[in-house]
């Protein structure tokens, strides 16, 4: 008589058990993988929101053309029509131009009065919005197209306007002090004015998310690199900061200024908060043009010394 061999249940338990640990390790690894998309587009999402506050044109708004402007329109590299006012020196001829990068929120419309103010001093001033503020064609959407019309202002008052490079200066106002910082470590001008200026993306996620791990800041789509690239520029430059700053930490302006080159200034203004030009007022601009009509003559004055020195 044959004896059928009794067939152990202990493989089966066994592969039972292998089965359930894979589905577990599938289940923990799929968890990881929606984590991560979760934390990307949150943290995308968060990134925009706090970057850019465009305003559109609105008609309700206070719209005046300031006194000796005149309205202007360039195009971008993306061939995007940006808006913007000319405002010509109050006495001419002009010392130089002024191109001023204005921050993340509102557009020019707020600001009609400082252009008159830095007119009034001999400047000739471009105030524009970017893409998708104001009257600006487009959407913003990274600090890319913050730099790509920030070139085209620049292109603009170079070439329309005629002015020499040495004798732009370049005014960037929180948000729009990466744009002025960035393109003044590319091209010539004869000032940079940074007001309320933030070090770089990563020390304002550190500022703003203390507890999101440094290793996630790569998630981040723009970098902001202003303290790296001040170090590349070579004029005058002018630092100014509210002490406290709400927005942008005090410290951060303090860095700003240590990787500067000279010659430089640093004003830290105390109770100004974020909105030193608004708290300074007239007499607070005065004051950078001041600095910008003295900048501009040292440069003026060494560079006529340098010619007679090679005569």
């Not at 929606?34 to 008609?59: K, M, N």
């Not at 080159?261 to 043009?289: S, T």
Request: aromatic share 12%; net charge neutral; with cysteine.
């Amino acid at each position: 008589m044959k004896t059928t061999p009794s067939i152990s249940r202990f493989p089966k338990s066994l592969n039972r058990r292998r089965f359930s640990v894979r589905k577990i390790f599938v289940a923990l690894f799929l968890v990881v993988i929606l984590f991560i998309l979760c934390a990307f587009i949150g943290l995308r999402w968060f990134e925009f929101y706090v970057t850019f506050h465009p305003q559109r044109f609105d008609s309700k708004q206070n719209w005046v053309l300031p006194k000796n402007a005149k309205e202007i329109w360039f195009s971008n590299k993306d061939n995007l029509r940006l808006h913007g006012w000319f405002i010509t020196s109050a006495s001419p001829p002009a010392s130089g131009t002024v191109i001023y990068f204005h921050g993340n929120g509102g557009n020019i419309s707020n600001i009609g009065w400082l252009g008159e103010t830095l007119s009034s001093n001999g400047l000739n001033v471009l105030l524009f919005d970017y893409r998708g503020y104001g009257h600006s064609e487009g959407d913003i959407s990274n600090e890319d197209d913050l730099y790509a019309d920030a070139d085209a202002a620049y292109d603009y008052v170079q070439s329309v306007k005629g002015e020499l490079p040495n004798r732009i200066i370049l005014y960037g106002q929180s948000l729009g002090t990466a744009a002025a910082t960035d393109l003044a470590s590319r091209r010539e001008c004869g000032v940079l004015i940074v007001e309320s200026g933030l070090s770089s993306a990563d020390d304002m996620t550190a500022a703003l998310l203390p507890s999101l791990p440094r290793f996630m800041y790569w998630i981040a789509r723009n970098r902001f690199e202003n303290e790296k690239k001040i170090g590349m520029i070579h004029c005058p430059v002018l630092l100014t900061h509210g002490d406290p700053d709400d927005r942008i930490p005090t410290g951060q302006g303090q860095k700003l200024y240590a990787a500067a080159n000279e010659p430089k200034m640093l004003w830290l203004i105390p109770g100004a908060g974020h909105n030193v030009f608004g708290f300074g007022g007239k007499q607070y601009i005065e004051q950078v043009a001041d600095f910008i009509q003295t900048a501009l003559s040292s440069r003026k004055g060494h560079s006529e010394s340098q010619l007679l020195g090679d005569n």
